[in-house]
């Protein structure tokens, strides 16, 4: 059996897909799966054991691009048994009707009718958390999804890992404490580059040493954090926002002894590489799309006007992020993984 899957758009939410992709090899050990996704999303893929290919997919999020996604379609003719789309748009769907895919299945949505024949009634009540959207379409409908639920887990190649750390010049003298300061939804997903300053402190006085992570547009974020640091603190802290690629940042992550993220896609990949992780929450709610790991603490303040889910504030004042101190969170991170002792100084 032969399967398509029309991947999403977000770094988060592709690493919760391989909680589909672990269903489907319960249900079809034989099957083979491939993604069709952004180039972008070729790093996490690579990662995932259950995924036979990673299929580039040129056309940018939002872009209707007939012609192109006609194209796409054409070549893959007769290659697949069944299509699944995790995006619910209407032009998710173009590609798997072009390729003329016998079963095509996906969430009822912006139309789809005609263009998808196993169309899904989403019960939101009854699957509240994304992974459980994502898992219940391997399933007949209205099937019960097996419990425990199973957990996005990305592997990783030493050899790989060892050559990111050798072009950055890092070494593991000190347990790594990764900080992932930024979010692309916007500044309701971010925790003020003074409180990660303070929490950098105090680890690097503890005997850490921080690595921050992120995208290019997370660089000035990730020296203003930097910058808020004494000299004799701020040499421990190495900026790697916008300098490594996704797979090498995939691959210096796996090094962390902890870490501390936004609701990013960064905080994803943490729990699905395994690592210790205290995951701060603002405008948007574990409630929805959670770190699926063993070792997460999540800290909230819980505002009466949060979730929201909104990009910026609409009182602005962003006062579920920032009036959430460092303190909280560095008594998270405590109780995961405890400072090496022979170190500790007095906070």
């Not at 893959?76 to 995790?86: F, K, M, S």
């Not at 009718?113 to 009540?125: A, E, S």
Request: net charge neutral.
């Amino acid at each position: 059996m032969k399967i398509l899957i029309v991947g999403p758009s977000w770094v988060g939410d592709m690493v919760m897909a391989q909680t589909l992709f672990q269903c489907l090899k319960a249900r079809h050990p034989d099957c083979e799966i491939d993604v069709l996704a952004p180039e972008w999303s070729r790093p996490i893929l690579e990662r995932m054991p259950e995924v036979r290919q990673a299929l580039s997919f040129p056309v940018g999020h939002g872009v209707l691009d007939i012609a192109t996604r006609r194209k796409i379609g054409k070549s893959l003719l007769g290659q697949y048994d069944q299509a699944i789309l995790l995006p619910n748009s209407l032009k998710s769907a173009l590609v798997p009707w072009f390729a003329g895919i016998p079963k095509r299945t996906g969430w009822k949505g912006e139309m789809r009718y005609g263009l998808l024949n196993d169309i899904r009634v989403l019960d939101k009540q009854r699957y509240p958390l994304m992974i459980e959207r994502f898992m219940a379409l391997a399933f007949e409908p209205d099937a019960e999804l097996p419990k425990p639920y199973p957990r996005p887990s990305l592997r990783i190649d030493p050899a790989s890992r060892d050559a990111a750390r050798a072009k950055f010049g890092l070494d593991l003298d000190r347990p790594v404490l990764a900080l992932c300061p930024g979010a692309e939804f916007g500044e309701a997903k971010r925790w003020p580059a003074e409180h990660y300053a303070k929490v950098a402190e105090l680890k690097i006085r503890a005997g850490w040493q921080v690595w921050l992570f992120g995208s290019k547009n997370d660089h000035p974020g990730g020296e203003d954090i930097r910058m808020r640091l004494i000299p004799g603190l701020r040499e421990e802290a190495v900026n790697l926002a916008g300098e490594t690629s996704l797979a090498e940042a995939i691959d210096l992550m796996s090094c962390a002894s902890a870490v501390v993220s936004n609701d990013s896609g960064l905080m994803h990949v943490a729990a699905a590489l395994a690592r210790p992780l205290v995951a701060v929450y603002g405008s948007t709610s574990p409630q929805f799309t959670p770190p699926l790991a063993e070792q997460v603490e999540i800290v909230r303040l819980g505002l009466e006007c949060s979730p929201c889910f909104e990009r910026t504030c609409r009182f602005g004042h962003y006062n579920c992020l920032r009036e959430l101190k460092p303190r909280p969170v560095i008594e998270a991170l405590d109780r995961l993984v405890p400072d090496p002792l022979e170190l500790v100084e007095s906070r």
